[in-house]
């Protein structure tokens, strides 16, 4: 345990970490919120929760969580919220962006009975303080998403990924690497519950945009190769599904080795596809 001492609420809310000046704190934070797009009127609120907390932030305790440590970063998160909370009732930025990150956790912990209602309460504030198609909205849908994915209902998992995947062809109507992103999340649905006549032209306009706009080694697009190849395979197409296939291999090969298990999952696409083929 660490008493945080004269911190920002969001570095208590959101890293747990501490020993800064408070206004190069605040300073670092706002700039951050700018570069988000964060609407002035919002800017000045989430100034005003941060001066509402410095009080509570001085005598607070944390703990502070290593790195892939769920169970030490829930117990931040959970403490965060309740500052959050005592804070215009958490109804602002700081307040669901906390929320998301404790439901993140819940949901690593395999704890979505406790993290889906988090996420539906923090999608709730953005939507009323943010823009419509602001980037953290699609970041909470897509977390709904997941956890909805996971739990077996397809139905609404499939309208929440589209709703994210058209937000951001909005945000981003030259193309960008996270529309690629949300293509392969949607596809990846589909593929997994054997839709893969619906799966194929999401990967492939995934590819497009990621053999643009990404570098040649970049594993991710190793990895739309690789789900494409076993998506065309599953249709049969095992010509183009093995050129696509053995790209991936290599492409995995040289990023992460022979004996990672990306490369050895693509090899073991490959070879079904090659025994398919006779």
């Given amino acids: 345990k660490h008493t945080i001492g004269n911190v920002s609420a969001y570095v208590a809310m959101a890293t747990a970490i501490g020993g800064f000046p408070f206004e190069q704190v605040v300073t670092s934070f706002v700039k951050t919120l700018e570069k988000r797009r964060i609407p002035e009127t919002l800017l000045a609120r989430n100034r005003e929760a941060l001066e509402a907390t410095r009080a509570e932030i001085r005598t607070g305790v944390f703990d502070f969580a290593e790195k892939g440590d769920h169970v030490a970063a829930i117990g931040t998160y959970r403490q965060a919220l309740e500052i959050a909370q005592?804070?215009?009732?958490?109804?602002?930025?700081?307040?669901?962006?906390?929320?998301?990150?404790?439901?993140?956790?819940?949901?690593?912990?395999?704890?979505?009975?406790?993290?889906?209602?988090?996420?539906?309460?923090?999608?709730?504030?953005?939507?009323?303080?943010?823009?419509?198609?602001h980037p953290d909205v699609v970041a909470c849908l897509k977390s709904l998403a997941e956890i909805r994915k996971d739990n077996g209902d397809y139905v609404e998992a499939d309208s929440l990924y589209r709703e994210a995947?058209?937000?951001?062809?909005?945000?981003?109507?030259?193309?960008?690497?996270?529309?690629?992103?949300?293509?392969?999340?949607?596809?990846?649905?589909?593929?997994?519950?054997?839709?893969?006549?619906?799966?194929?032209?999401?990967?492939?306009e995934a590819l497009t945009l990621q053999r643009k706009l990404l570098r040649t080694e970049d594993p991710e697009l190793a990895n739309t190769l690789a789900n494409l190849g076993a998506t065309l395979n599953g249709l049969g197409k095992t010509a183009e599904a093995e050129t696509l296939l053995r790209e991936a291999v290599e492409r995995f090969r040289a990023t992460h080795g022979e004996n990672h298990w990306h490369t050895g999952v693509a090899q073991s696409h490959l070879g079904d596809c090659l025994r398919r083929q006779g």
């Fill in 165 to 204: 995947l058209a937000m951001q062809r909005n945000l981003h109507p030259e193309g960008h690497v996270e529309i690629a992103g949300g293509l392969n999340e949607l596809a990846t649905m589909l593929h997994d519950r054997g839709d893969f006549a619906y799966a194929e032209p999401l990967y492939r």
């Fill in 86 to 133: 005592r804070v215009g009732n958490g109804e602002h930025h700081l307040g669901a962006d906390v929320l998301l990150n404790l439901a993140k956790e819940l949901h690593n912990s395999e704890n979505d009975a406790e993290a889906e209602p988090l996420l539906r309460e923090a999608l709730r504030i953005q939507r009323q303080v943010l823009s419509p198609e």
